[in-house]
């Protein structure tokens, strides 16, 4: 698997925009990026997943450069409840057999 | 009941005790797999079933024993643990190992098992 490479850790405050950028310069060519969100606690939680250049959800967007050597998963306007760690992953699908690896995230404290 | 189910959610056990972790869910899903949470590390996967079949065991010491009795239940079976063992537990399932399309897993809320 791609290994990827994520800052430890960022601060935010209520109602800004975050972008947490990772790095996977050995990505292969079927290889797709997915971000996962764990809560204290709790199991991860998919967030999205996408191949190239930007995909959106209700949730969250993913930039994807032509390159794929990076991904920046965009938060916007961050509330106290997205205190979290995200995990970025890159992999062919599926994610499940192919050891998806978490690797040790970006922890993520929105302060009021 | 939805999703990922767990239980206990909490277990507290000596190195001489024998306990078993229980997963349930309730997708349909045909892939379930055992997660290791330590503090301060990453995720760790520890065990892979697919249609009730072991196809990964990630070099988990035989005190760790996983049973998948049907594709809705996982359970890990514990004996002889040491304090080192302590962790979150995470399972996890996911529609197939199919290598075709994209296979979101779903966790459940985990184990907290601390060994005394």
């Known amino acids: 698997l791609a290994k990827t490479t994520q800052p430890i850790s960022m601060d935010s405050y209520e109602g800004q925009e975050v972008n947490i950028t990772c790095s996977h310069n050995n990505i292969a060519t079927n290889d797709y990026i997915t971000w996962y969100q764990q809560f204290p606690s709790q199991g991860p939680r998919f967030i999205i997943q996408g191949y190239k250049t930007k995909v959106t959800n209700e949730v969250a967007s993913l930039f994807i450069p032509a390159d794929r050597k990076s991904s920046t998963l965009s938060l916007p306007r961050v509330s106290l409840s997205d205190t979290a760690v995200y995990y970025c992953?890159?992999?062919?699908?599926?994610?499940?057999?192919?050891?998806?690896?978490f690797g040790t995230g970006t922890k993520l404290q929105v302060i009021p | 009941e939805t999703g990922v189910t767990q239980t206990p959610r909490h277990l507290v056990m000596g190195m001489t005790n024998k306990k078993s972790l229980k997963c349930e869910q309730h997708l349909g899903h045909n892939a379930m797999y055992w997660y290791k949470q330590s503090a301060k590390k990453p995720l760790e996967l520890m065990f892979v079933?697919?249609?009730?079949?072991?196809?990964e065991n990630n070099s988990v010491p035989s005190r760790f024993s996983p049973e998948c009795p049907n594709s809705s239940h996982l359970f890990l079976h514990l004996h002889t643990l040491q304090p080192e063992d302590s962790a979150l537990y995470l399972c996890?399932?996911?529609?197939?190992?199919?290598?075709?399309?994209?296979?979101?897993?779903?966790f459940g809320p985990g184990t907290r098992l601390t060994v005394l």
């Open positions: 079933y697919s249609l009730e079949e072991r196809v």
């Open positions: 996890a399932s996911s529609e197939t190992l199919d290598r075709v399309s994209y296979n979101e897993q779903f």
């Open positions: 992953l890159v992999g062919p699908p599926p994610g499940g057999y192919q050891k998806v690896t």
